[in-house]
Structure formats: structure tokens, C-alpha cells
């Protein structure tokens, strides 16, 4: 990442520079910045926004490259749109999941709690495209979404697609196929 925004200043650079720097969501995500970790976090969530997954072509670190080069040819408001999307999205996921925000800790299984980068890009891309009604509805059903994500979080396929071999076409399919539904 660090790579990627060497070659990427000004516009790119600055609009995941000021995602990374949101007060709203650095209090939920406590993400260190350590490498540009948390913006490769969120051109990931970006680049599936860009791009939906069907047209996801790995490698990843491509997509991700021409991702950040589309970001040249958006306008401010239109980045300004996407960025108040996407911490919407991200406040959203906090209110549904709480401290276990895109981690599998949520299953009870463990204490510790890691921030998994698939399942940031799934749950951010995927709420970021709802409207007002459906996020309500989210919302407002988050037991019963809560419940079925359990079992989904004890499928054998979607956890390889979400832990290894991230970034091949087939987990990513599984792993956005399998939160849609």
C-alpha cells in the first residue's frame, strides 16, 4: 500500500488519507496505521464499490491498483458521496456487530478479537449499496441476521474464503454470495 500511494498522490492518496483520518470511524475500527494498513482496508472496500465482485479479476493487488487509479477520475462531491457512504456503511456494521465488527470472534469461540480484511470489504461494499429503507430493515432484523452470519461463519467453504486463498475469483464469489444471501 505504501507502494500504491508513492505513486498515487494528490486526489487517490488524499481521499483514502481522509477515510483513514475520520475520527467517527478510527473511534469504531481502532485500526494502527501502521504500513497504511487501515487505507489498504479501505480501497479494498472501495475497489468493490468501484467494481462489483462479478467482475472481480484476480490478482488482487491489480485490482486494487486500478481501483485507486480510478479515483483520479471522480469528482469531489461524487469522493465525498463515497466516503459518507462508506463510513455509513461501517457505523451500520457497528451497530449490528458491536465490538465483533468483521471478525469472526462473534461465533464465542475465542477472546481474541482480529478485524478480517474479506470481511471488511464483503460487509462495507455490500451495506454501502442499500438504500435508507433496506438499512433500516437491517437493522431492525439484526437477530435473525446475526443468527443466519453464525452459520454462516461455520461454513467450511465460506471460511477458506474469507482465511485462505482470499483472493482468488471463487472466494471472492463465495464469500460476497454467501453475505448477500
Do not use: C
Request: hydrophobic share 40%; aromatic share 10%.
Amino acid at each position: 500500500m505504501e507502494i500504491r500511494n508513492a505513486l498515487n498522490q494528490g486526489t487517490p492518496s488524499l481521499f483514502l488519507k481522509s477515510l483513514s483520518e475520520d475520527l467517527k470511524l478510527r473511534s469504531i475500527l481502532r485500526l494502527a496505521d501502521n504500513r497504511m494498513e487501515d487505507r489498504e482496508l479501505y480501497l479494498r472496500a472501495y475497489a468493490f464499490i468501484n467494481t462489483k465482485y462479478l467482475y472481480y479479476e484476480k490478482p488482487l493487488t491489480t485490482f486494487l491498483d486500478k481501483a485507486m487509479e480510478s479515483i483520479y477520475k471522480k469528482t469531489k462531491e461524487g469522493l465525498e458521496e463515497i466516503s459518507r457512504k462508506i463510513i455509513d456503511a461501517i457505523v451500520i456494521q457497528s451497530e449490528l456487530f458491536g465490538r465483533h465488527i468483521f471478525s469472526k470472534s462473534i461465533l464465542g469461540n475465542t477472546n481474541k478479537i482480529i478485524l478480517n480484511s474479506a470481511l471488511f470489504e464483503v460487509w462495507v461494499s455490500l451495506v454501502y449499496f442499500l438504500d435508507g429503507n433496506e438499512k433500516r430493515a437491517l437493522l431492525s432484523n439484526s437477530d435473525i441476521l446475526i443468527k443466519e452470519y453464525k452459520i454462516l461463519l461455520r461454513n467450511e467453504a465460506f471460511v477458506k474464503s474469507i482465511t485462505t486463498s482470499t483472493a482468488s475469483n471463487e472466494a471472492v464469489r463465495t464469500r460476497f454470495e454467501g453475505v448477500k444471501k
